[in-house]
C-alpha cells in the first residue's frame, strides 16, 4: 500500500488535523485569544511609535473626531470585527480538528448510496498536480475577499488620520497579500509568510484605528 494511502481513512478523511502540531493542552479558543493578543500588542507598540513621531498633526485630526462623537464608531469597528472573528474563528477551528478536514478544503460532500449499497468516500478538494493549484489559487482569492471588506474600513479609518502611515501599511500588506496567494498556491503551507507579514501589518492597521477611537473618546 502506498504512504500516502496511509494518511487518510477508507473514506478519504485524513487521519491527523494539522491542529495536532499545535502542542499545547489548551483549547483552541484560548490559542486563538493569545495569538490575536500578542499581534494586537505588536500592532499597539508600532501604532504608538507612528503617532509620537507626529503627534501634534494626528491629534488634529482626533479632535474632530471628538468633536462629532466618531471615536465610538472607530472603537466599535475594532472590538465588532475582533469578537466576531475571534468566536467564529476559534469555532470553525474546533470543528476542524474534530472532523480532521485540512485546508483548502472548506466542505465534505457525501456520495449518495442506496442503504442496500455499500458507503463510498466523501468528496474532497484535489490537491495534485494543475488542479491541485488551481483550488490552492482559488482558496487564496477568496482568503483575501474574507478579509478585504475589514482592511479598507481600517485602511479609510486610519488612513483618515494617519494618512502617509496608512498609504505604507496598505501597499506593504498587499505585497504581502500576494507573497500569501503565490506560497499558497505552490502548497497549504507555503502560504504561512505571507500570513504572518500580512496579519502583522493589518494589526497596526487596525491599532491606529484603535489608538485614534480611544483618544477621542478620553
Sequence with gaps: KKKEDDEFDAHGIPLKSEYDSIQSPLPIA?????????????????????????????DTKISWLASHDLGWIYLGLVIIHRSLNLGISSNLATARKAAKVNVPDQQVYKVYTKPTEPK????????????????????????YLEVAPFLLANFLAAGFVFPFPAFCLGILYSIARIVYAVGYTHSPGGRMSGNMFGQLLLAVLEALTLLAGLKAVL
Excluded at 30 to 54: D, E, H, K, P, R
Design 30 to 58: 484560548v490559542v486563538y485569544s493569545v495569538f490575536v493578543l500578542v499581534f494586537m500588542a505588536l500592532g499597539q507598540t508600532v501604532a504608538w511609535v507612528i503617532y509620537s513621531l507626529n503627534w501634534k498633526q494626528y
Design 120 to 143: 463510498l468516500g466523501y468528496v474532497l478538494m484535489e490537491q495534485d498536480g494543475d488542479l491541485g493549484r488551481f483550488n490552492r489559487a482559488q482558496r487564496a482569492l477568496q482568503n
